[in-house]
């Protein structure tokens, strides 16, 4: 069993930042790749980053390409997700979910609001 908990979402001007947290407790969790999803009201949920075991590779979706940073901290079970130059269409629910392909294992989500 995995556990995945989100935390970091508010409510945020246009241009402004947050840091999404996401505490992962289970086995073998620090040596999982990691990726943050987000759904929007209306809109299927899609990808956003990812991070290897190491958090030595990364990718993110090209609408957050330059503005957002994956990292972890494996001695803490914890990946985040540093979100600069917010936009109103970043608002959405953010997940981190685990591990690539299939991820089996997600967390509730944090609301994330972007206001202009």
């Known amino acids: 069993q995995v556990q995945l908990v989100e935390s970091g979402g508010g409510s945020v001007q246009a241009g402004g930042s947050l840091r999404l947290s996401c505490a992962a407790s289970?086995?073998?969790?620090?040596?999982?790749?990691m990726g943050w999803f987000r759904q929007a009201p209306g809109k299927e949920r899609e990808f956003v980053a990812s991070i290897n075991w190491s958090g030595t590779n990364t990718y993110y979706a090209d609408s957050v390409k330059g503005r957002f940073t994956i990292s972890r901290v494996n001695a803490k079970n914890t990946v985040y997700l540093q979100m600069n130059s917010l936009k109103p269409e970043d608002t959405a629910v953010y997940y981190c979910?685990?591990?690539?392909?299939?991820?089996?294992?997600w967390g509730r989500g944090t609301q994330v609001t972007v206001s202009s």
């Open positions: 289970g086995r073998t969790v620090s040596s999982y790749a």
């Open positions: 979910a685990t591990p690539p392909p299939n991820y089996d294992y």
